[in-house]
Antibody, heavy 121, light 108 residues
């Protein structure tokens, strides 16, 4: 069974830093690109960042570029998001989600339950 | 950047009725890269439809997707009580994955 479990969320002051982790199990982690997607309270989904299976390709939303860094450790089946210079508008539930490309179609087929990040003084 | 606009924002329907949700892209999207997700309160999103029209594993056949180019549709043929939720379309780009703002399907 595919499982994605996020951790590392919490309360942080504006300008602070936080590192999120996503532990993957039930599939060959090193074969899949992975994503971080966030959802501010009462709002819609916002894609944050993606990383390819071997970390060769990394992309960010403009809203986090230069402040957030995505990384992965295939030996540990783990995905990370280092968040620096945090702002109030970064307050959200952060989900990790697996990329799936099958038969020429791509989507995010499995999601974790999310971890809440609150940026407030 | 491709912008996805969903309509309506809220759909008020009764169980048993048909729901039709729209997703319009600011520029053409390959059908292979258009997906739909369902999200219930306090839960993570769940993949419903990928490749614009293929149902994900375990998704009932009352859910169907269609469309091409810039206009895509998610149809729920007969609403069940568990279908009242928020639905998002998403495009899978070469360097980004963009979501629409969501359509809430609520009980009338």
């Amino acid at each position: 069974e595919v499982q994605l479990v996020e951790s590392g969320g919490g309360l942080v002051k504006p300008g602070g830093s936080l590192r999120l982790s996503c532990a993957a199990s039930g599939f060959t982690f090193s074969s899949y690109s992975m994503n971080w997607v966030r959802q501010a309270p009462g709002k819609g989904l916002e894609w944050v960042s993606s990383i390819s299976s071997s970390s060769s390709y990394i992309y960010y939303a403009d809203s986090v570029k230069g402040r957030f860094t995505i990384s992965r450790d295939n030996a540990k089946n783990s995905l990370y998001l280092q968040m620096n210079s945090l702002r109030a508008e970064d307050t959200a539930v952060y989900y990790c989600a697996r990329d799936s490309c099958s038969g020429g179609s791509c989507s995010l087929d499995y999601w974790g339950q999310g971890t809440l990040v609150t940026v407030s003084s | 950047e491709i912008v996805l606009t969903q309509s309506p924002g809220t759909l008020s329907l009764s169980p048993g009725e048909r729901a039709t949700l729209s997703c319009r892209a600011s520029q053409s999207v390959s059908s292979s890269y258009l997906a739909w997700y369902q999200q219930k309160p306090g839960q993570a999103p769940r993949l419903l439809i990928y490749g614009a029209s293929s149902r994900a594993t375990g998704i009932p056949d009352r859910f169907s997707g269609s469309g091409s180019g810039t206009d895509f549709t998610l149809t729920i043929s007969r609403l069940e009580p568990e279908d009242f939720a928020v639905y998002y379309c998403q495009q899978y780009g070469s360097s980004e994955r963009t979501f629409g703002q969501g359509t809430k399907v609520e009980i009338k």
